[in-house]
């Protein structure tokens, strides 16, 4: 039994072609796609739900504007933590000029950055 | 070319399709499901030429949404969804057709007469290309499937099943030799 042998212009042999394209044919009827679809969905459904979106993604996205928020509001609390400290040292300072006689306390409280034996030394020193 | 025998039912518009792919990353199930209508026939014919029966190649297509489901967040709506779709599910058939040790060849129950040829012939042919085929190895099943069944350019398929070119040549030029040493006492050849 022989049957033609028949070359295409690519070596294609378009025996074996046309019977290929029988056997790998997609089923034609649209009930067949409706119910793999069907399949496909209640195996995504029933599998695991999508990857959720990993918990850093979010903070990666927001990164720069986060870092930049940030910068700016250490430099407004730094700011503010400074200021109130003058403030603080300012107020003090003018208690002690108007009340000359006031507890050391207030000139330690001053020179806050001072160690504690030098408000010591000087409480002892005051009249 | 050859024209390729299962043609998408619509080419899908890449604007809505990226705003499909997105609203899928959103955790949309109805933009999913619409991917998968328009998808999953071209995903069929990828897995088809790589699996040895139609059924392993529905569990490739299924295995292969899944996958892409659960890899949304790491898709690009800047890149064709179909593409990215169409590697998953080649590497799901792949993967699939490693696993089957022992491969079942597809029970060719659908007779279609052919006007020109003798249906003895026809069969018998039939029944050692499904043998001949059975001899070929995944890639080279794929290869000469999407080539001269599909149409599949060897760029193309060099992408699909992630192989240099030539070497989709190669798989073709070796699948063609195998199928035509096969069939040859068939048509008389020595």
């Known amino acids: ?127 | 070319m050859t024209s390729r025998s299962v043609p998408p039912p619509e080419a899908p518009d890449p604007g809505s399709e990226r705003e499909l792919a997105r609203a899928a990353q959103r955790g949309s199930q109805e933009a999913f499901a619409e991917l998968v209508r328009r998808h999953q026939r071209r995903a069929y014919t990828i897995a088809r030429a790589i699996s040895a029966t139609h059924e392993d190649a529905e569990d490739a297509v299924q295995e292969g949404f899944l996958h892409a489901y659960q890899a949304l967040d790491r898709f690009r709506p800047d890149q064709p969804f179909g593409a990215w779709l169409g590697r998953i599910v080649a590497n799901a058939a792949l993967d699939l057709a490693r696993r089957r040790k022992v491969r079942q060849t597809e029970a060719l129950t659908e007779h279609h007469a052919n006007p020109f040829r003798d249906p003895a012939q026809q069969d018998e042919l039939r029944r050692r290309l499904v043998a001949a085929l059975d001899t070929l190895t995944p890639p080279q099943r794929a290869v000469v499937v999407l080539h001269d069944v599909e149409g599949y350019s060897h760029a193309e398929i060099g992408k699909l099943l992630d192989v240099p070119e030539g070497t989709a040549r190669a798989h073709l030029h070796h699948a063609r030799v195998a199928l035509r040493k096969t069939l040859a006492d068939l048509r008389g050849e020595p």
């Open chain 1, 1 to 127: 039994m022989s049957i033609e042998h028949r070359i295409g212009p690519e070596g294609r042999d378009d025996d074996v072609t046309r019977e290929l394209r029988r056997l790998y044919a997609a089923p034609p009827e649209d009930a067949y796609w409706l119910a793999l679809e069907a399949r496909i969905l209640a195996a995504v459904a029933g599998g695991a739900a999508p990857a959720p979106e990993a918990w850093w993604a979010p903070l990666e996205r927001w990164s720069r504007v986060g870092a930049i928020v940030a910068a700016a509001a250490l430099c407004l609390a730094g700011a503010g933590v400074w200021r109130a400290r003058e403030m603080r040292e300012v107020s003090a300072l003018q208690a002690a000029m108007l009340h000359p006689n006031a507890p050391s306390a207030q000139l330690a409280a001053v020179a806050g950055r001072e160690p504690d034996n030098d408000a010591v030394l000087r409480d002892v020193l005051t009249p």
